[in-house]
């Protein structure tokens, strides 16, 4: 849940460490970067009670 957490964080701190690993036929890297920071918290959040960890596993 942590290296969730900490990875979700890190993508509004440090966006740029993340925009080069965005394929460039992806359009909007900022906006997939905002999105993949979010999944990520919203994952981390998820795992935190049982009965959504299955789900969260997913991600």
Known sequence: MAGYLVAGTNH???PQSYYYIIPAYLPFPI??????????VLFALMLIRPKNRKVASHG
């Open 12 to 14: 509004f701190y440090n």
């Open 31 to 40: 906006v997939l970067n905002i999105l993949a920071g979010l999944f990520e």
